[in-house]
């Protein structure tokens, strides 16, 4: 298998993400030293994430990608994520994601939180 560069891994995992495909995205997320930070969830553990994302994916519809920049082996994707919670909605997510030994060793995402909040009340 050719090596893939950072980009490659992080918008393969978006686009697994973003397909419902989470044993897929889960190949690109590192077995070791592993951490995941948002506003509503912190893992530090790949598997752990995972299980989450089994209960969140669902009301995922769509993501687009508006912006990456590039840092050598850390990623900074804009994104506009829409999800249906009542009611369609889009919102505009940082994802800031860290690349080590071909895997993604760390993600922390930046997006307002509130409406999600208010659904684990």
């Known amino acids: 298998m050719d090596a893939r560069s950072p980009l490659e891994i992080v918008d393969a995992y978006i686009d697994s993400i973003a397909q419902h495909d989470n044993a897929r995205a889960r190949r690109y997320l590192s077995d070791s030293d592993f951490e995941y ?7 530090s ?9 089994e209960l969140a994916t669902p ?4 993501v687009e990608r508006r912006k990456v920049f590039i840092d050598g082996d850390e990623l900074c994707h804009i994104l506009l994520v829409t999800s249906q919670i009542s009611e369609k909605r889009a919102a505009t997510v940082v994802q800031w994601s860290k690349v080590t030994a071909d895997k993604i060793a760390r993600i922390e995402l930046v997006f307002d939180a509130h409406e999600y909040k208010m659904l684990l009340v």
């Open 59 to 62: 009301i995922l519809q769509r």
């Open 37 to 43: 930070i948002s506003p509503l969830n912190t893992f």
């Open 45 to 53: 553990s790949a598997d752990k994430l995972m299980d989450y994302m």
